[in-house]
């Protein structure tokens, strides 16, 4: 069965700073992998996504991804955080079998402080 | 081009009232689910439907209904309302062409049972 896992439920920053939100995947058959951000009061939005095209993801927002089966990671990061990065992200992963639940994280909520 | 519309963002009920949840969306998805949100507990998938007519049970399927009856629309039905049911839901569509496409949320129903 799959899981997800993400460590910490909270990371604070200063602004500038690397971000590192971490994610760690338990499936069976090489799964796909999301990232998704949620600002206060509202849904969820993709930041990127790995479908095994290439191991590293760019998203949006300069946020990416490093998929790494040797580690069942998929890890977010940004080189210097903004101000307007504080959110609660969750990864979530699919598993490639034809079915179509998705599981998600429980989540991990970015502060930047100035 | 709306997305995902839920309605209403904001509910206050009494234990043992019924209500239903809107969502609709109108980027002809065939994918929709509901999902609800507790702290510390990321997502957790209720109901999902890969087309219309066509409805399943995700991890916590207790106390809720769901049917298909149109592509666009996938209400959520609590029978009888629990404070254990006090959440943020939310809804959320993709294309059903593989689990590899990411899902378009809507904004949230805020609820409440007292």
């Known amino acids: 069965a799959q899981s997800v896992t993400q460590l910490g439920s909270h990371v604070s920053v200063s602004e500038g700073a690397l971000v590192l939100l971490r994610c760690n995947y338990s499936?069976?058959?090489?799964?796909?992998l999301f990232w998704y951000v949620q600002y206060p009061n509202q849904g969820l939005q993709l930041l990127l996504k790995y479908t095994s095209a290439a191991t590293l993801v760019k998203g949006i927002n300069g946020f990416e991804a490093e998929f790494k089966k040797s580690e069942t990671s998929f890890h977010l990061t940004k080189p210097s955080a903004h101000m307007s990065d504080a959110a609660e992200y969750f990864c979530?992963?699919?598993?490639?079998?034809?079915?179509?639940?998705?599981?998600f994280g429980a989540g991990t909520r970015l502060f930047v402080k100035a | 081009n709306a997305g995902v519309t839920q309605t209403p963002k904001f509910q206050v009920l009494k234990t043992g009232q019924s209500m239903t949840l809107q969502c609709a969306q109108d980027m002809n998805h065939e994918y929709m689910s509901w999902y609800r949100q507790d702290p510390g507990m990321g997502l957790r998938l209720i109901h999902y439907?890969?087309?219309?007519?066509?409805?399943d049970q995700g991890e916590v399927p207790n106390g809720y209904n769901v049917s298909r009856s149109t592509t666009e629309d996938f209400p959520l039905r609590l029978l009888s309302a629990a404070p254990s049911q006090t959440s943020v839901y939310f809804c959320?569509?993709?294309?059903?062409?593989?689990?590899?496409?990411?899902?378009?949320f809507g904004d949230g129903t805020r609820l409440s049972i007292l």
């Open positions: 979530a992963v699919t598993e490639n079998t034809g079915g179509f639940k998705t599981i």
């Open positions: 499936s069976s058959v090489p799964p796909y």
């Open positions: 439907s890969v087309g219309a007519g066509i409805t």
């Open positions: 959320a569509s993709s294309e059903y062409r593989g689990s590899n496409q990411p899902q378009h």
